[in-house]
């Protein structure tokens, strides 16, 4: 396969996460899985003064520890699949900081990116606002990893509408748009199969594709 850094993105409750494990299994690859455990989160989602700020930056910098050190280790030696882009934290940075907040925030951020590695193909998950909600209620708990509060409606909406905007002006990389209001990889291996065709099939550019039950 002509891609060997894997990078599956897309908002809240889309499914980037469990794709990105089955992908990695199908693929033989290893995983870079986000960690989501954050001290200044309960201050964040209280409005605490000053927590956005430091719930970002703390995200911003596992981040950055997880891809420079996989680099470092074995990222271009075997196929790697990761279930976040580096850049997708000015998302949530624009999103929830206040423009004092943002001037530091991007300074750190620009110092930062320099050294992490651009994935060689970004999958970009997308689904209608209401479908996020919905799969968001019905998801499992995973014992292993923090149980973040659920997102209401409104914001969920603006989230999704971020990622469109910042994806419909991605050109960093090659880029698969999937379409996954009837994409269940969970269940489906036909469906995966699909997706792994799609992806061994791209070039450069941006291309989009409608995933089919």
């Known amino acids: 396969m002509a891609f060997h850094y894997l990078a599956i993105e897309g908002p809240t409750g889309v499914g980037k996460t469990r794709l990105a494990e089955r992908l990695a299994s199908r693929l033989e690859a290893t995983t870079i899985l986000e960690d989501t455990e954050n001290p200044?989160?309960?201050g964040f989602y209280a409005d605490r003064p000053g927590a956005a700020l430091q719930a970002q930056l703390f995200y911003l910098l596992n981040r950055?520890?997880?891809?420079?050190?996989?680099?470092?280790?074995?990222?271009?030696?075997?196929?790697?699949?990761?279930?976040?882009?580096?850049?997708?934290?000015?998302?949530?940075?624009?999103?929830?900081?206040?423009?004092?907040?943002?001037?530091?925030?991007?300074?750190?951020?620009?110092?930062?990116?320099?050294?992490?590695?651009?994935?060689?193909l970004v999958v970009y998950l997308q689904a209608p606002t209401d479908l996020l909600m919905k799969r968001l209620r019905e998801q499992p708990v995973d014992p292993d990893r923090e149980e973040l509060p659920m997102p209401d409606e409104d914001?969920?909406?603006?989230?999704?509408?971020?990622?469109?905007?910042?994806?419909?002006?991605?050109?960093?990389?090659?880029?698969?748009?999937?379409?996954?209001?009837?994409?269940?990889?969970?269940?489906?291996?036909?469906?995966?199969?699909?997706?792994?065709?799609?992806?061994?099939?791209?070039?450069?550019?941006?291309?989009?594709?409608?995933?089919?039950?």
């Open 155 to 213: 914001y969920l909406r603006e989230l999704n509408e971020a990622y469109q905007h910042f994806f419909f002006h991605y050109s960093a990389t090659p880029l698969l748009v999937v379409e996954t209001s009837e994409f269940d990889p969970e269940s489906d291996d036909a469906a995966l199969d699909e997706l792994v065709k799609q992806i061994k099939g791209m070039g450069k550019g941006t291309r989009y594709y409608v995933a089919r039950k």
């Open 40 to 42: 200044f989160l309960a």
């Open 64 to 120: 950055h520890r997880q891809l420079t050190g996989k680099r470092q280790a074995d990222l271009f030696l075997q196929t790697v699949v990761c279930d976040y882009v580096f850049d997708k934290d000015k998302i949530f940075a624009y999103l929830n900081l206040d423009d004092n907040e943002l001037f530091i925030y991007q300074r750190l951020f620009d110092l930062l990116a320099k050294d992490v590695p651009p994935p060689d």
